[in-house]
Nanobody, 129 residues
Framework: AVTLVESEGGSVQAGGSLTLSCEAH???????????LGWFRQAPGKEREGVAS???????YYADSVKGRFTISRGSVKDSVILQMDDLRPEDTGRYFC????????????????????WGQGVQVTVAS
């Protein structure tokens, strides 16, 4: 199984920033050099939705709702990803889950959680108005 370790979430005021990180332990060693790491989020009573993803080629994809505010990048640690969230809004509140895919990212990858092969436990992000 894919093992994903997420950093802590947090609480901020609207307009603030938070940084999330996720490490997929031994991912390329176990599954090969093609990978996609992403973040999904889920608010109470809502479906899990894709937020952003990045792959081994550094191709990035974003949900329309976060474009221009969130930035995803490969971390300095191998098989890791950083999600920088700026200009946070109350509607960004939710539980954020790191996800790993044993293949590259594509434009449709964030459309469904079923495109990913492993999940982290999730961290809470709360944005107060």
């Amino acid at each position: 199984a894919v093992t994903l370790v997420e950093s802590e979430g947090g609480s901020v005021q609207a307009g603030g920033s938070l940084t999330l990180s996720c490490e997929a332990h031994d991912f390329t060693y176990r599954y090969g050099r093609y990978w996609c790491l992403g973040w999904f989020r889920q608010a109470p009573g809502k479906e899990r939705e894709g937020v952003a993803s990045v792959d081994n080629y550094a191709a990035t994809y974003y949900a329309d709702s976060v474009k221009g505010r969130f930035t995803i990048s490969r971390g300095s640690v191998k098989d890791s990803v950083i999600l920088q969230m700026d200009d946070l809004r109350p509607e960004d509140t939710g539980r954020y889950f790191c996800a790993a895919r044993i293949n590259n990212c594509y434009s449709y990858t964030l459309n469904s959680p079923t495109h990913f092969d492993g999940w982290g436990q999730g961290v809470q992000v709360t944005v107060a108005s």
